[in-house]
């Protein structure tokens, strides 16, 4: 096998720039309840188009549901190279504080190609999973992985 046609790097983006691109790709600001509901269907349904399932995450005594994570992506337009993919790592988990399910952006990636690339939601899917368990993210730190359980779904 040849070299990759393509490179997954970590975005210029922060996580929470990348979730709102991929969740609003026209700009148009999101309402509250795409972001919150008792329901994790509700929020499901209003996950983008190209949005795929990735994994999912128990740990028993921080909630008593599981967590799911989800990819999406989006096209960025502003940089110079001739192809870039923004891919955003969020996750639907229960907050029993407030006694709902909330959307939260978790990690992010970006893929540059010098041309165009079918989607690569599970190749960025796998590198932003392996950076966020082995390093941390804004979802919790390595050794939190290290005391649920992680399933991949891809």
């Given at each position: 096998?040849?070299?990759?046609?393509?490179?997954?790097?970590?975005?210029?983006?922060?996580?929470?720039?990348?979730?709102?691109?991929?969740?609003?790709?026209?700009?148009?600001?999101?309402?509250?309840?795409?972001?919150?509901?008792?329901?994790?269907?509700?929020?499901?349904?209003?996950?983008?188009?190209?949005?795929?399932?990735?994994?999912?995450?128990?740990?028993?005594?921080?909630?008593?549901?599981?967590?799911?994570?989800?990819?999406?992506?989006?096209?960025?337009?502003?940089?110079?190279?001739?192809?870039?993919?923004?891919?955003?790592?969020?996750?639907?988990?229960?907050?029993?504080?407030?006694?709902?399910?909330?959307?939260?952006?978790?990690?992010?990636?970006?893929?540059?190609?010098?041309?165009?690339?079918?989607?690569?939601?599970?190749?960025?899917?796998?590198?932003m999973l392996k950076n966020m368990t082995t390093k941390g993210s804004g979802f919790a730190d390595v050794d939190y992985?290290?005391?649920?359980?992680?399933?991949?779904?891809?």
């Amino acid at each position: 096998m040849g070299e990759e046609a393509y490179q997954i790097n970590v975005c210029v983006h922060d996580e929470v720039v990348a979730f709102a691109g991929a969740m609003n790709p026209k700009g148009e600001l999101a309402c509250e309840d795409e972001m919150y509901s008792p329901e994790r269907y509700k929020l499901e349904s209003r996950n983008p188009e190209d949005t795929i399932p990735v994994a999912t995450f128990f740990y028993e005594k921080y909630s008593p549901k599981k967590a799911y994570f989800y990819v999406a992506s989006f096209t960025e337009t502003q940089w110079k190279e001739s192809h870039m993919e923004v891919y955003s790592l969020f996750a639907i988990w229960w907050d029993k504080e407030w006694n709902h399910w909330e959307k939260v952006p978790e990690y992010c990636c970006s893929v540059i190609s010098e041309q165009p690339q079918p989607p690569l939601h599970k190749e960025a899917a796998n590198w932003m999973l392996k950076n966020m368990t082995t390093k941390g993210s804004g979802f919790a730190d390595v050794d939190y992985f290290l005391k649920g359980k992680l399933e991949l779904l891809i």
